[in-house]
Nanobody
Framework: VQVVESGGGLVQPGGSLTLSCAAS????????MSWYRQAPGNERELVAS????????YYADDVEGRFTMSHDYAKDTWYLQMESLKPEDTAVYYC?????????WGQGTQVTVSS
């Protein structure tokens, strides 16, 4: 099973972008998804996380109120809606399927916020 992100690109400051993430197959012990990002020279950091067990959604402080994570159960696709984007949001964004046995990382998608 692979996890694939899509939706990255170039956007101007203040703009919006929505990332999508989906698994290529069924993962029986999956229970949620997390979004991470890694800017050049920085460590990978957790941006948002959502579980299907009703634990709520986590957002990092610097994206709270600007990013919204959601899950389309019918499509089994996860989204990260990003608004009011800032140049410091520029990074490679990764999704990670959360599973009891082994989490599965996607390959990443580049988001560049620049005028």
């Amino acid at each position: 099973v692979q996890v694939v992100e899509s939706g990255g690109g170039l956007v101007q400051p203040g703009g919006s972008l929505t990332l999508s993430c989906a698994a290529s197959g069924y993962v029986a012990d999956s229970y949620g998804m997390s979004w991470y990002r890694q800017a050049p020279g920085n460590e990978r950091e957790l941006v948002a996380s959502l579980t299907v067990t009703g634990g709520g959604t986590y957002y990092a402080d610097d994206v709270e109120g600007r990013f919204t994570m959601s899950h389309d159960y019918a499509k089994d696709t996860w989204y990260l809606q990003m608004e009011s984007l800032k140049p410091e949001d520029t990074a490679v964004y990764y999704c990670k399927l959360l599973a009891l046995d082994n989490d599965i990382w996607g390959q990443g998608t580049q988001v560049t916020v620049s005028s």
